[in-house]
């Protein structure tokens, strides 16, 4: 019998990264901050990412064996999952709490929509979302650095002046376990750069609006970029592939949207932090950045109205 060559649509290219190899750099350049965070807020938050990490990777597990379907857990996307989530919470979450937030990031944001690659908006951040609406008491205690003090007081909801730029860069202040080292967070977004796993054109964006409008605004420019998520989400959640624009137009209009909805939400919200929600809302309209921000195709005439109602 002859050997029947199945044809499929272009591009034909056949690229060294995988899921799991792009997911192993992810957790590579997170673990630095994690290990910090670690240090910083003591065996609680060590308990807190474990219980994320295992959660979601069962999750994960028992969903596709429920339901089946070929194991995926081997790509370690739900490892990265469990692991961003739990640098997004407070040490002193209560440990069932953080369950929860991994259990509704596997299965209702990233499976119940087809899987990975399917999902309209990063698991970890609406996950964060979700916990923050039904345990609003447990997500806003935050526990002081090397003690055992908690408080509600991160820089970003603490009178100006209390912390040096030297204590925020480092991560010498109250805050979840992985968004408070600045200067981690960036060392890992440069390893992405340079490992060209994301591209620099959302997290400058981001930033960079955030950066312009505090200024403006007369706002503390150290707090407003090192007090909170922003470095966290700027550079590791909202360059999330599944839930970012593709062309490099897209990619700016969706980070400069991110950066002006948080400088919005901290300046006349309710809460003091907008990230998780800027992005969220930003992922809703990838969809619709995408179709205006795609480029004609070289040669593309449109077609004329006549040619259009006649098929």
């Known amino acids: 019998m002859k050997d029947i060559l199945t044809a499929a649509s272009s591009p034909h290219i ?43 990777v069962a999750s994960e597990f028992l969903w596709n064996l429920a339901l089946k379907k070929p194991q995926s857990v081997g790509d370690i996307s739900a490892v990265v999952t469990g692991l ?44 964060r979302i979700i916990l923050l609406v039904s345990f609003p008491g447990s997500m806003t205690k935050f ?18 002046g209390t912390y040096t730029l030297k204590s925020l860069f480092f991560g010498m202040h109250p805050g979840s376990i992985g968004e408070t080292s600045a200067f981690l967070l960036i060392v890992g977004g440069i390893y992405l750069l340079l490992r060209r796993v994301i591209s620099p054109v959302i997290p400058l964006c981001f930033i960079g609006t955030v950066a312009v409008l505090s200024l403006i605004s007369g706002e503390d420019l ?38 002006i909805i948080t400088f919005v939400i901290r300046k006349f919200g309710a809460l003091p932090e ?33 040619e259009t109602a006649n098929g």
Not at 37 to 52: E, H, T
Not at 144 to 159: M, W
Not at 276 to 294: A, K, Q
Request: charged share 10%; aromatic share 8%; net charge neutral.
């Open 14 to 56: 056949l690229h060294p990264d995988t899921t799991r190899g792009i997911m192993s750099d992810v957790v590579i350049a997170l673990a630095p901050a994690a290990v910090y965070g670690c240090i910083l807020f003591g065996w609680q938050a060590a308990a807190v990412l474990a219980v994320c990490i295992i959660t979601a």
């Open 84 to 127: 961003l989530l739990g640098m997004n919470l407070p040490a002193s979450i209560p440990l069932w709490q953080a369950a929860i937030g991994s259990v509704a990031a596997i299965i209702v944001v990233k499976q119940m929509f087809g899987g990975i690659g399917c999902n309209f908006a990063n698991p970890a951040i609406a996950a």
């Open 274 to 306: 907008g990230v998780s929600y800027s992005i969220l809302l930003m992922n809703i309209l990838v969809p619709y950045i995408n179709r205006y921000t795609l480029s004609k195709p070289f040669g593309f005439i449109k077609p004329s109205k006549e």
């Open 143 to 160: 526990t002081e650095p090397v003690s055992d003090i908690v408080t509600s007081a991160t820089p970003l909801a603490a009178e100006s």
């Open 222 to 259: 150290a707090v407003s970029l090192f007090g909170g998520g922003l470095m966290i989400g700027a550079i590791f959640m909202a360059t999330d592939y599944t839930t970012s624009p593709t062309t490099a137009l897209g990619k700016a209009v969706f980070g400069i949207g991110c950066g």
